[in-house]
Structures are given as C-alpha cells and as structure tokens.
C-alpha cells in the first residue's frame, strides 16, 4: 500500500504562524522589560550603597533599610519647618524590668528634639512621625537591648534603623538614638 503525501492544513500552518509571533512578542516584551525597567532600579540600589556607613554603626549591630530614598531625601524639608511628632515606647521581655528606670520616654523625646535642633509645632494635620522603640533584651541575651527608630510618612515606613546597646546604661541608649538620628541625616545629604 502506497501512502499518499498530502500537504499540511491550512489551520495548522496558520496557527504555527501565530504560535511564532507570540514567542517574538514575548521575547521583545522581556527583552525591553529588563533593559528600561530592571536597570533604574539597579541604580537606585547603587546610590544607597555608596552612602558610607557611619562609625558609630560599627560600634554595635545595626539595620538600616530605606523604603524610598527620594522621600528620604524630602523628609528633611519637614523636620526643618518642624512638621514631625515623636513617638516612643518600651517593649519590656523581663518581669521585673527596670528600663523605666534607667530612661524615660520624654527624656528621649526631649533628646531627639535637641538632637534635631528644632521644636515640633503643635496641632498638626499631615506631619513626619519618628517613631522609636526601645526593646530590652533578655537576660540570656549579649545585648542588654535593642533600639528600633523608624520615619513614617502617612504611615508608611520609609526609613528603618534597628540598633543593638550593650549595657543598659541611660548614655548607652541616647548613643544609639543619637545614632539613628545621624545615620538618617547621613542618608538625606547623600
């Protein structure tokens, strides 16, 4: 028996086709996709990265994370017309914990505020949060506690500092909050 050679369908050649044009379609949109929108966001890393670190961040374990270095940058503008608010807390892991003690929040805060060199005004709508908190470690920890010193925009984090203090000593804890102060200004002019 003698097979008789036909020619291929006309559907058959035809969805080839497009099966084709879809692959080149797809291979363009990657192709472009990382040349135009991958890169910038390499180079914003790039930036950050060359913000050197300050040497009290060698001192003990730090954390710096920026959400958006452009705001950041513009978060400035706020505390300098003193359109910011403090807020602080203790997160205590020891029953009889004597953090309170040691450190009040509102001498913190009155520390952060001399730290800024400009007061905060009063009744304020939209305004720059920094928020910190100061964690103390348990006993079985090698740090006494940590600080957490967060910038908050709308409730949007864009600025985060997690430092770790030795000694649970009042100028221990004001060293790592001075810290976080000048880490973040080190980011703003940079």
Known sequence: MKVKRTRPNDSIIINNLFTFATIVMITITIVL?????????????????????LPCQKETSTKVIIKNYELVKKSYKAI??????????FLKLEENSKIEDIIKLTEVDSYIKSLLNINPKE????YLKIKYEIIESSKDNLNAGT????????SKEIFFMQSDFKFMYKNAIKERVDCSIKVYKNYVQN
């Open 33 to 53: 996709y990382n040349t135009f929108i991958v890169e910038p966001q390499k180079k914003e890393e790039t930036t950050l990265s060359k913000v050197e670190k």
């Open 147 to 154: 600080i957490i010193t967060s910038f908050r925009i709308n």
């Open 123 to 126: 009744d304020l709508q939209k």
């Open 80 to 89: 300098e017309k003193g359109y910011y608010k403090i807020e602080g807390s």
